[in-house]
């Protein structure tokens, strides 16, 4: 069955880097565009990053660029999130999501929690 398993969250002080695993199974994974989102307590869940199948192109919530970035690896079926310069204000849950236009998975989500 589709399963994407999130990985590498934990507690760092601001200013840390921390980078975020998805890895995929069950589906074609090379033919899906992956996406990362996060929610922060009693807030909504939010867009944070894409990345279209092919890789070519890679989008980014304003929140967020310039210190984020993501990737994949399609032999791997991997996507991960680089995160830098971590902010209090990132602390939230961050899910994977993939997408093909008709059909969409979540994972479990990890937590990053930034405080000094």
């Known amino acids: 069955q589709v399963q994407l398993v999130e990985s590498g969250g934990g507690l760092v002080q601001p200013g840390a880097s921390l980078r975020l695993s998805c890895a995929a199974s069950?589906?074609?994974?090379?033919?899906?565009?992956m996406r990362w989102y996060r929610q922060a307590p009693g807030k909504e869940r939010e867009w944070v990053a894409g990345?279209?199948?092919?890789?070519?192109?890679?989008k980014y919530a304003d929140s967020v660029k310039g210190r984020f970035t993501i990737s994949r690896d399609d032999a791997r079926k991997m996507v991960y999130l680089q995160m830098s310069n971590l902010k209090p204000e990132d602390s939230a849950v961050y899910y994977c999501?993939?997408?093909?236009?008709?059909?969409?998975?979540w994972g479990q989500g990890t937590q990053v929690t930034v405080s000094s």
């Open positions: 999501n993939s997408w093909n236009g008709h059909s969409e998975a």
């Open positions: 069950g589906f074609a994974f090379s033919t899906y565009a």
């Open positions: 990345i279209t199948s092919l890789g070519n192109v890679r």
